[in-house]
């Protein structure tokens, strides 16, 4: 019932599965982040010549072992912990302020308005450890020993403002996927009942 949400309990659940999600994908969004920003004609900053994603896997473990596959994997726990916590409550706190000051229904056009607000909510709370947990992905070596250090020394080095590099980059990613998950989620429910209600209540 989207009129007695708990945002505790949103925000509680949002961070947890967010935390085990990115720690079991960890691994896999590391390759693809080296496999993305290699470049043998404009090399930019660190470079993995991997040939694909399993000789990416086969590197790595040979050369770091286990635990250079789960690098940055808590600088990935904090990004999307704090991304799926404020997601939920965001979206349900817009869609009651809609509802109750701006005179709109529970309709797809208050569920796509939002979304939109959750979706800039969450994109300004993941970028900054987003920033991390690339640079920690992509370093060669040990320059970062963990995530307090790389944010320290990005700041230090290159100002407040550098944690939100990319940010507009990743608004056009973050922004369509928050929509379509929560919009067609709210449709998905508004079928589940339906079929609720003519299976066991009619």
Request: hydrophobic share 40%.
């Amino acid at each position: 019932d989207s009129s007695v949400q708990s945002p505790f309990i949103n925000l509680i659940s949002g961070a947890s599965s967010g935390v085990l999600g990115a720690a079991m994908g960890s691994p896999f969004f590391l390759v693809k982040t080296r496999l993305q920003s290699y470049s043998p004609f404009l090399p930019v900053g660190t470079q993995h010549e991997y040939k694909n994603a399993i000789h990416g896997f086969s590197s790595i473990w040979s050369s770091e072992g286990f635990k250079g596959l789960y690098r940055g994997v808590g600088a990935a726990m904090v990004r999307t912990g704090f991304g799926s916590s404020v997601q939920l409550p965001t979206y349900f706190l817009a869609k009651r302020q809609l509802e109750k000051h701006g005179g709109m229904k529970d309709t797809p056009a208050t569920h796509l308005a939002a979304s939109t607000a959750s979706g800039f909510v969450v994109c300004c709370v993941m970028h900054p450890p987003d920033t991390v947990m690339s640079r920690m992905y992509n370093q060669n070596g040990n320059l970062y020993t963990g995530i307090w250090d790389c944010l320290s020394k990005t700041v230090r080095t290159e100002g407040l403002l550098a944690i939100y590099k990319g940010y507009f980059a990743h608004l056009a990613r973050i922004l369509p996927h928050t929509i379509l998950t929560l919009t067609l989620a709210e449709q998905t429910n508004k079928i589940a009942r339906k079929i609720e209600q003519r299976l066991f209540l009619d």
